[in-house]
């Protein structure tokens, strides 16, 4: 029986694709980002947490994923189908959900055909990526450095395979909502604004959104609880900055949004 492994699920109001949506988070990801707001989830094999209470000062002991079948889930979201207004659904985030990709196939596919609105976030580095397109409704694509060997020394993979299937989704005409996590010290330099800028200038981008997500530290405590060290030391980026980047994208004909 197929199965998905999930950090946490929950509903989130247009933060993640349009309207009211239910949002999974799947376990599993290829990258190793210093910034990440989910590291429980890096690991496709999860890890034990261990939660202090603040007030006890008792610690507990929290898997960082539960196993769902696709059935469990088909049936949670036909539940909650009427919650999906303002064109909302389902969205799959991570971790890297492409990470699960068979099952996550065919939960979209059971979704698809049941006509439920499918929103997908993912990193671009997927090999297949392309075939669970047809199956995705609303596609988000991080795009964390224009430059592979920069991008390889900090997540520690390549960004090649990224900006390969982002070149392909946009000239097939497809939307696709862009985001870039800016962080001080990796990606606001002048060099990395111009290229992003030279491969914006490369591609079709009129059915391309683009949103800048400034760094936070919003997942530091988990860092701890799964037992490694959080490593970024000055990652927050100035209003300016973020202000720069997005005029920038801006007079470049890009539709820069804030979600
Ligand atoms: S791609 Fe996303 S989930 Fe994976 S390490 Fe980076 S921030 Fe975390």
Known sequence: MSSLRIIQKGFNYSQDGPGNRLVYHLQGCNLRC???????????????????DPESGRVRKKRSFQEYSLEEICEEVMRSRMLFFEGGGVTFTGGEPTMQ???LREL???LKSREIHIAMENNGTHPRLMELLPLVDYLILDFKHPDAGVHKRVTGASNE????????????GRGVALRIPLVHGFNDTPEALEGFLGFFHSNPMDKATLEILPYHEY???KWEQCGMEYLMKDGFVTEERVAEFEEAFRKAGIQVIHT
Do not use: H, Y
């Open 108 to 110: 979209m596919e059971r």
């Open 34 to 52: 210093p910034w990440c707001a989910n590291p429980e989830g890096l690991s496709l094999e999860g890890c034990v947490m261990q939660i202090k």
């Open 101 to 103: 990709f068979e099952p």
């Open 161 to 172: 395979r990224t900006r390969e299937n982002l070149e392909k989704i946009l000239a097939s």
């Open 219 to 221: 997942g530091r405590d």
